[in-house]
């Protein structure tokens, strides 16, 4: 058996260059049929407590198992889907299939919430707060077992909007996250009317952060900022130990990366689950799952 994840460089399907290519147009009038054929999985990403070691959450990552053109990556196709209206479904399907994952989890014993990148289409839609109410009622789950991860740019595309989306999301009891903290240029006024409860930094400043002093300085600011307003921080793309120590050191109460694990497969993640039992130690850094 395997992850197709681990192949990142083999099997990517590229559409084109061009934005707007034929493909990745014709991909969209495909997207619906191809989430009611089940051609769409979630891949799931633990987000990792930097002083236990413990499993906080996973982050839900959507692939595309396309039958002509292989294995998607979300970067092909959720910016077009944004576009052209067709993210609606494509989120209703996460949701859903993220609280069935959580539940599916749970009868293993393990209690882990669920992060679900939802898009800035998905906060003007006004349909989305009583879906996930229907969903949380259907499937009787808890409202703070769902965290919604919402980009810096999402926001700022229509502040005035996405606040009254969070508002009525926040009032629901969900988690919220900003996602990419550090890339689109919210203003401290914009983060004070915010409701939300973490801060994600965008990667571009964790990647390479044990050799660059400016990404050091950064990370620095934003921890301090986020702790100041009472927010938690998550650290994405952590790709090595050191990285890891510094941001432990910094105060960073949550990481996520590939050092810890990639995205999995469900049945990955209940190994990685059982493996670690929920808790990280530098041991599992090599094995078959996570690397
Ligand atoms: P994101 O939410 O910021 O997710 C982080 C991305 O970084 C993921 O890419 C993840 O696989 C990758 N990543 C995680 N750890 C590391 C690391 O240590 N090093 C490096 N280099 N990368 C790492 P992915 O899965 O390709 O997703 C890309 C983006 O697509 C996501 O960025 C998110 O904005 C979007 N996306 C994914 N799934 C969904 C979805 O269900 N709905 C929506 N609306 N957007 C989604
Ligand atoms: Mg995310
Ligand atoms: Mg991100
Ligand atoms: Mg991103």
Not at 69 to 97: C, K, S, V
Request: aromatic fraction near 6%.
């Amino acid at each position: 058996y395997e992850c197709k994840e681990m192949h990142h460089n083999v099997s990517r399907f590229v559409a084109a260059s061009n934005k707007y290519s034929v493909v990745r147009l014709s991909l969209m009038t495909e997207l619906k049929s191809g989430i009611e054929k089940g051609q769409l999985q979630l891949n799931y990403q633990p987000k990792v407590d930097l002083k236990t070691g413990k499993i906080v959450s996973v982050e839900s990552l959507v692939r595309w198992r396309h039958p002509e053109h292989g294995y998607i990556f979300p970067d092909e196709f959720i910016p077009l889907a944004e576009q052209t209206g067709n993210i609606r479904h494509l989120t209703h399907w996460a949701i859903e299939e993220s609280i069935k994952q959580h539940l599916a989890l749970k009868e293993h014993g393990f209690d882990i919430k669920m992060a679900i990148n939802i898009s800035a289409v998905d906060l003007i839609d006004l349909a989305l707060p009583p879906f996930v109410a229907n969903l949380l009622s259907k499937y009787q789950v808890e409202p703070n077992v769902l965290i919604f991860e919402v980009t810096e740019s999402a926001i700022m595309a229509d502040p005035e909007q996405a606040i009254t989306a969070l508002n009525m999301l926040r009032n629901m009891n969900i988690k919220l996250s900003i996602d990419d903290f550090g890339t689109g240029y919210s203003s401290m006024e914009q983060l004070k009317r915010t409701p939300v409860d973490e801060l994600k930094i965008d990667k571009s400043f964790i990647l390479d952060l044990s050799n660059n002093s400016d990404d050091m300085i950064i990370v620095k600011s934003i921890t301090s900022l986020a702790h100041n307003l009472g927010l938690t921080i998550v650290a994405e793309g952590i790709e090595n130990q050191e990285t890891m120590a510094i941001l432990a050191d910094l105060g960073v109460e949550t990481g996520q990366g590939y050092f810890m694990s990639k995205p999995l497969e469900a049945k990955l993640l209940k190994a990685w689950l059982m493996g670690n039992s929920g808790v990280f130690s530098s041991d599992d850094k090599d094995s078959k799952h996570t690397k």
